[in-house]
Structure formats: C-alpha cells, structure tokens
C-alpha cells in the first residue's frame, strides 16, 4: 500500500507510537485503529490515491496474514487457459489433427476440425467430454495453426516443420522488464580505417 508512510499497514496493526514528526492521527495512544484506517484513507487519498477506510483494513489484514506479499497486486497471478474453457482433450485432439498436416496433402479448415472430433471419438477416457460448438472449434483452430500454414502450401508446410527448435525458449511476463534475454554470442565486427588496414572491433 503506498502513501506517504511507507509499512503504513503494518504500524496501523501493530499500533506502534509516532516517533520522528510522524502525524498525529496516527498515534495509537489517542486514535483507535478504526480512526487510524480512516485518516490513512484521507491522506492516500489527498495524494492522488483513490482509497476507502475498508479498503485499508482489507490490505492490513492482508499484511498482517501474509507480509508484504498480501500488499501485491494479485490479479496479475491469475492466468487464464490458453484456450480458455476448451477442454483438454479438445485441446490434445486439435493440436494433433493440425500435427498430421505436417506431411499430408493440404486440407480445408472444416478438414481439421472434423478429424479432431474423429479422434475425440475414439479416445475412451474422454467419452463424457462435450464436443464445442463448431464456432469454438474453428476459433481454437485459427488460434492453434497460427504460423504452421496447415490449410496453405503443402512445400511451405513441410519446410517450416523441418526447421531446427529455437535455440530460445518462451516464459510468461507479468509485466514489463520482468525477464531479460542475452545472447551470450560475442558480436564481431569488421571495419576499415583511415589506414586502409582492416580493424576489429567487438
């Protein structure tokens, strides 16, 4: 929780004195700790900080159950699926019906999707799953084939599936700067002086 105090959740629980000029308002021996709620309210809320006297006690309840962790911004660890509420098993059927194109003759999206319900069909663990609508399927085809050219060219298909794995890998980001990448290959380059005699410089 920002403000001007900083650890304001955690002197509002433990209801330490006001040493060094800190406000009054905040003094426990006069204040109860409902009033200490409302007055940090009114001075987040001065500086720019849109807060409520509930919500205060939300977060030092928070901090005082889980530390300074509990003062995060939660929502950002709330990821939602992939495909979002497509089963699995859709999920599993699809990749693999799109994986059989790699070095098939070209099909037609409605091609696609009609095996992956064909392989649905015969997996016995999965009899209860309801098949989506085909709407949701050829959405989650379109997402799923993105760069794989599985409805284009049989030759262009088949290139980009010989390709090498990249030597990257990918991880999720919460937010910006959160993960950095280096290429750990010296760069070298060559340039040529005044003196006509090739330099190097890395």
Known sequence: MGGAHPGGAGRLAAGRPCRGGAAAEFDPEHNSLAQRERAKAAELTAAGHAMTASGVKQRRQRCQRDGLVGLADGRSAKQMPSFGRVAPAVVEAMRQ???ETAEASSRTI???VWRATQILATREDVRDIEVPSQRTLYRLFNKMAAGTHATGSATTRRSVNARPARPFGEVPACAPGEWMQIDP?????WSGWTTALPGRSS
């Open 185 to 189: 290959t010296r760069w070298t380059s």
């Open 97 to 99: 019906a799109i994986d």
């Open 110 to 112: 409605g091609f696609v």
